[in-house]
């Protein structure tokens, strides 16, 4: 059974930083590609940077420059490392196991001003 749990999340001041980890259980991790997603209120799940097997990534526009995505194999765990965050990062970010389906449960992030 595929579980993805992600952690990190917090409360934290414009022009900040938090790191997002996504611990990954009962796959092949190293085969994988994943992703962070986030969703404002009232607002569509949008991918905000994924990284394939090889550790290739891309990035929503928003996110460059300021988040990197990267992961540890013999962690089984990817991470989001985020700078200069803004109040419009505020949402609940999902890390996601792509081309399967699997989600984690999310982890809250609120950026204030």
């Known amino acids: 059974q595929v579980q993805l749990v992600e952690s990190g999340g917090g409360l934290v001041q414009a022009g900040g930083s938090l790191r997002l980890s996504c611990e990954v259980s009962?796959?092949?991790?190293?085969?994988?590609?994943f992703g962070w997603y986030r969703q404002a209120p009232g607002k569509q799940r949008d991918l905000v940077a994924g990284?394939?097997?090889?550790?290739?990534?891309n990035y929503a526009e928003s996110a460059k420059g300021r988040f990197t995505i990267s992961r540890v194999n013999a962690k089984a765990t990817v991470y989001l490392q985020m700078t200069n965050l803004k109040p419009e990062d505020t949402a609940i970010y999902y890390c996601?196991?792509?081309?399967?389906?699997?989600w984690g449960q999310g982890t809250q992030v609120t950026v204030s001003s």
């Open positions: 996601n196991l792509q081309h399967l389906g699997y």
């Open positions: 009962g796959s092949t991790f190293s085969r994988y590609s």
């Open positions: 990284i394939d097997h090889s550790g290739r990534t």
